[in-house]
């Protein structure tokens, strides 16, 4: 994700974890202390703006339906054709993770050049799709099953049996622990968790002034 050359002068947290695990409240807690934060799925949205050529390649393997009337894509179009099917979903990852990659490699350059240290790469499939050797720290963002669904079928005003098919299409979050340098549980009240992020970013403080 990164030249060499730039890993020397700034340190990436992949932070990553499972659909409404909360990665995205813990991103937040630590861009209020001044750490950039990078999300891949909003790279992963900008990959696929109307006009470019990732949206076209997606378009000529999935059908021009998975296209809103103003050209945009429509995700749930296409998430109704990839969640059921590992192989759909390979495709589409082969087509988005280089795109991706590169508006990343630009936005960790922009945060090196303006002296920061670290920062955190969130991505949902940093594991999946085999970049854990792009970064320096992998942080799981995990949360008990039974808590994942709840939050999901809110969340996303779905049903328990489609929560559930979303949820299988995944790596299970008990696997991508052991990847993990940090497991941040956040399946608690706030206050919970932001008792367990204190302590993590203790001891992040800690780690920079050895």
């Known amino acids: 994700m990164v030249q060499e050359s730039m890993q020397r002068t700034i ?3 992949g932070l990553t974890g499972g659909i409404a695990t909360g990665k995205s409240t813990i991103a937040r807690y630590f861009a209020a202390r001044g750490i950039p934060v990078i999300d891949a799925d909003q790279l992963a949205r900008a990959a696929v703006l109307p006009g470019s050529p990732s949206l076209e390649r997606i378009a000529a393997l999935f059908g021009l339906n998975i296209l809103a009337h103003d050209g945009t894509l429509n995700r749930k179009r296409l998430g109704d054709i990839i969640f059921p099917d590992p192989a ?19 936005q960790i350059a922009h945060a090196a050049a303006n002296g920061h240290q670290r920062l955190i790469y969130m991505a949902p499939l940093l594991i999946e799709a085999g970049a854990t050797d792009r970064v320096d720290d992998i942080w799981v963002v995990t949360v008990r099953p039974e808590v994942q669904l709840t939050r999901l079928m ?24 052991r990847f993990a340098t940090v497991v941040i549980d956040n399946s608690g009240t706030e206050i919970e968790t932001d008792r367990l992020l204190e302590q993590v970013w203790a001891k992040e403080m800690k780690r920079s002034n050895e």
């Not at 087509?95 to 490699?105: D, K, T």
């Not at 098919?165 to 008990?174: E, H, N, R």
């Open 88 to 106: 759909q979903r390979q495709q589409l990852e082969a087509i988005l993770h280089p795109e991706i990659r590169r508006l990343a490699e630009e």
């Open 11 to 13: 340190r990436i947290i």
């Open 154 to 177: 809110q969340r996303d005003s779905i049903s328990r049996e489609q929560a559930k098919l979303i949820i299988a299409s995944q790596m299970p979050l008990a696997e991508k622990e």
